[in-house]
C-alpha cells in the first residue's frame, strides 16, 4: 500500500520536474496565463466599455492619454484590442470545446466500425481537400454572419482533424490483446471506447486542439478582415485589421498593434502544444 502511494509521488514529482525542464510550456503557459488574465480583466480595466467615441481624438498616435493610439473615431485601441480578445478568445474556445467532443465521438466510432470508417473518412476527407479559409467562407455564405455561425463554421473546418487524430489511435488499440479480451468478455462497444480508449487519447486530442486553437485564431481574424466573420461595431482582432487598413499609411498603429497580438497569442500556443506535444511522447518518458 505504502510501495504504490510512494510510487504515484514519485511518478507524480517527475512529471512535475520535466513540466519546468520544458521552455515551450513555461513560455507558452505564460503568454496563454497573461491573455487570458487580461481578457478577464478587460471589463475593470476599461469599465465604460469599447464603443466610447471622442471625435476630437481620432487617429491620435500612441501617448500616455491613449496607450496604443486612437482609431478613426476617436475610440481607444486598446481598449479595442481587449475586448476584441474576449471576442476572439471567446469564439475560439467554443471552436475547440466543440471540435474536441465531437472530433472524438467521429473518430472512436468511425475507427471501431468498418462500415461507419468508410463514409466518415471520405466526408472528412472531402472537407479537408477544401483550404480552411475557403470552406469557412463558402460555409457563412450559406449561414450568415454573425458569432454564432463563425463557431459553427470554424468548428466544421477543424473537427476532422480531431477525428483523424482518435480514430488513428483507435485503430492501434484495436489490435491490442486486451480490447479483444474485453471483447471476448462480452464488453459492449461504449464501454470499451469510452472506459478502455477515450482515456489513452485524451492526451493525444488535447494536444491537437492546442494546435487547432491556435490556427483557428488566425482563422477567425481572416474571416473578420474579410467581413464575413465577427459583425461590426463588436470589436475582435480581425475586423480592428480592416478597420485600420483604410488609413494604415496615416495610422499604423491600427494595423501593427492588433497582428502583434494575434501573433503572439498563436505563438504562445503553438509553443504549449510543441511542450505538451514532447511532455506526452512516450519516447521522452
Not at 463554421?153 to 489490435?175: C, K, M
Not at 477567425?220 to 485589421?241: C, K, M, T, Y
Request: hydrophobic share 50%.
Amino acid at each position: 500500500m505504502y510501495r504504490k502511494e510512494y510510487y504515484k509521488m514519485k511518478m507524480g514529482y517527475l512529471r512535475v520536474q520535466r513540466i519546468l525542464k520544458n521552455r515551450r510550456i513555461i513560455i507558452g503557459s505564460i503568454l496563454v496565463f497573461l491573455i487570458i488574465l487580461f481578457t478577464l480583466l478587460t471589463p475593470f480595466i476599461f469599465p465604460e466599455g469599447p464603443h466610447v467615441m471622442e471625435v476630437t481624438e481620432r487617429l491620435k498616435a500612441p501617448s500616455k492619454a491613449h496607450f496604443l493610439g486612437t482609431d478613426s473615431v476617436g475610440r481607444d485601441l486598446l481598449c479595442r484590442l481587449l475586448y476584441g480578445s474576449r471576442v476572439s478568445v471567446g469564439v475560439v474556445a467554443a471552436v475547440a470545446a466543440i471540435t474536441m467532443v465531437f472530433g472524438m465521438i467521429i473518430g472512436l466510432y468511425a475507427g471501431y466500425y468498418k462500415a461507419v470508417d468508410n463514409i466518415v473518412m471520405r466526408i472528412c476527407d472531402s472537407l479537408k481537400s477544401i483550404p480552411s479559409i475557403l470552406l469557412a467562407i463558402a460555409l457563412l455564405a450559406i449561414m450568415g454572419s454573425g458569432i454564432g455561425n463563425v463557431i459553427i463554421s470554424v468548428s466544421i473546418v477543424y473537427t476532422p482533424d480531431v477525428a483523424r487524430i482518435a480514430r488513428a489511435a483507435v485503430l492501434t488499440a484495436r489490435e491490442q490483446t486486451y480490447i479483444e479480451a474485453l471483447e471476448a468478455l462480452g464488453a459492449g462497444a461504449n464501454r470499451i471506447l469510452w472506459l478502455n480508449i477515450a482515456p489513452n487519447i485524451l492526451s493525444s486530442v488535447i494536444i491537437q486542439v492546442s494546435f487547432i486553437f491556435a490556427t483557428a485564431i488566425v482563422t477567425e481574424a481572416s474571416l473578420s478582415f474579410l467581413g464575413v466573420g465577427v459583425p461590426v461595431p463588436e470589436p475582435s482582432w480581425g475586423n480592428i485589421v480592416y478597420e485600420g487598413k483604410a488609413v494604415m499609411f496615416q495610422a499604423w498603429w491600427l494595423v501593427v498593434y492588433p497582428s502583434i497580438f494575434i501573433a503572439v497569442t498563436v505563438f504562445g500556443l503553438n509553443l504549449l502544444g510543441d511542450g505538451l506535444r514532447d511532455l506526452f511522447d512516450p519516447q521522452n518518458s
